[in-house]
């Protein structure tokens, strides 16, 4: 059989169901002080399934790596079976991605939007119903949003989080993930001089105006369920004791990379001593 298809399926098929396993695994609820942190925490978490599953996929690279091409196996029926969920998720997963870039700005009362070109919509009645202070903090936090390119990584958020369709742990990592998000852009808002007041008054004014938030754009207003936690929020002090350190992005990539290296490295070693004998259990030689 030739190399590349026997690496596809096997990377379908173990791939996909340590993904499953490991999202099923319980969402633990963190709540940490300060909401930058506990942000980063929760993007971690969000990801933390997708690692084992890239480990396996790198440890079947390493495999390839050491065979001839085409592999002296044949596969029977059942690994084609065994691979048809996780293709049916993939493909799930990859439509909803598709179809939320094209659902229009115009539904929001404000909202930044945009995967790869960021902005912020507002509503131009929204816009006259608030303020002065209200719509400063309106788009103080948009702003926030902006800064951190928040539409692609929640579209990005999105598609993990589909991927590890049908888990409702998944999707809880995901609602707490989007809180905790707008949490710490309301305390960026707050730290560049927004009274927490004033962007409690626009939360709650923009909400009338506010229609169905999923999608990859990120509201003023966020997830309906987590708003009386968040205007209470605002309506406290920050916190006023430093930021604690977080270990440097470049570390987490560069772990995670030492990570898949070393996979890559034993499924060269060998990955054959077990990719024969689950050959055979598929049915096939
Ligand atoms: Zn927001």
Redesign the pocket.
């Given at each position: 059989m030739e190399r590349e298809s026997l690496l596809t399926l096997l990377m379908l098929m173990l791939g996909g169901m340590v993904l499953q396993i490991f999202a099923a695994w319980p969402h633990r609820r963190v709540v940490l002080s300060w909401a930058r942190q506990l942000e980063r925490r929760r993007w971690l978490a969000l990801w933390a399934p997708i690692v084992p599953a890239l480990c396996v996929v790198a440890w079947l690279c390493g495999w390839a790596l050491s065979q001839p091409d085409p592999v002296p196996y044949h596969v029977d029926r059942l690994i084609f079976i065994l691979c048809v969920p996780f293709v049916a998720i993939g493909l799930r997963a990859l439509f909803r991605a598709i179809w939320s870039l094209w659902r229009s700005p115009v539904d929001y009362a404000i909202?930044?939007v945009g995967v790869l070109r960021p902005r912020v919509v507002i509503a131009p009645a929204l816009a006259e119903a608030l303020d002065r202070r209200a719509y400063e903090a309106a788009m103080a936090?948009?702003n926030?949003?902006l800064r951190h390119r928040?539409p692609l990584r929640i579209w990005l958020a999105q598609f993990v989080t589909d991927l590890q369709w049908p888990w409702r742990s998944a999707q809880r990592r995901y609602s707490s993930w989007l809180a905790a998000?707008?949490n710490a852009?309301?305390d960026e808002a707050r730290a560049s001089g927004i009274d927490g007041a004033d962007l409690a008054a626009a939360v709650l004014g923009s909400l009338r105006f506010q229609m169905a938030n999923s999608g990859a754009h990120?509201?003023?207003?966020?997830e309906t369920p987590s708003l009386p936690a968040r205007i209470e929020r605002l309506l406290r002090p920050l916190p006023e004791s430093s930021q604690p350190r977080e270990m440097p992005w470049s570390v987490v990539v560069g772990s995670l990379c030492l990570v898949l290296l070393l996979a890559l490295g034993l499924g060269a070693a060998w990955g054959a001593r077990l990719i024969a004998p689950l050959v055979a259990l598929g049915g096939g030689y």
């Amino acid at each position: 059989m030739e190399r590349e298809s026997l690496l596809t399926l096997l990377m379908l098929m173990l791939g996909g169901m340590v993904l499953q396993i490991f999202a099923a695994w319980p969402h633990r609820r963190v709540v940490l002080s300060w909401a930058r942190q506990l942000e980063r925490r929760r993007w971690l978490a969000l990801w933390a399934p997708i690692v084992p599953a890239l480990c396996v996929v790198a440890w079947l690279c390493g495999w390839a790596l050491s065979q001839p091409d085409p592999v002296p196996y044949h596969v029977d029926r059942l690994i084609f079976i065994l691979c048809v969920p996780f293709v049916a998720i993939g493909l799930r997963a990859l439509f909803r991605a598709i179809w939320s870039l094209w659902r229009s700005p115009v539904d929001y009362a404000i909202a930044t939007v945009g995967v790869l070109r960021p902005r912020v919509v507002i509503a131009p009645a929204l816009a006259e119903a608030l303020d002065r202070r209200a719509y400063e903090a309106a788009m103080a936090h948009e702003n926030a949003h902006l800064r951190h390119r928040d539409p692609l990584r929640i579209w990005l958020a999105q598609f993990v989080t589909d991927l590890q369709w049908p888990w409702r742990s998944a999707q809880r990592r995901y609602s707490s993930w989007l809180a905790a998000l707008e949490n710490a852009r309301d305390d960026e808002a707050r730290a560049s001089g927004i009274d927490g007041a004033d962007l409690a008054a626009a939360v709650l004014g923009s909400l009338r105006f506010q229609m169905a938030n999923s999608g990859a754009h990120a509201t003023l207003t966020g997830e309906t369920p987590s708003l009386p936690a968040r205007i209470e929020r605002l309506l406290r002090p920050l916190p006023e004791s430093s930021q604690p350190r977080e270990m440097p992005w470049s570390v987490v990539v560069g772990s995670l990379c030492l990570v898949l290296l070393l996979a890559l490295g034993l499924g060269a070693a060998w990955g054959a001593r077990l990719i024969a004998p689950l050959v055979a259990l598929g049915g096939g030689y």
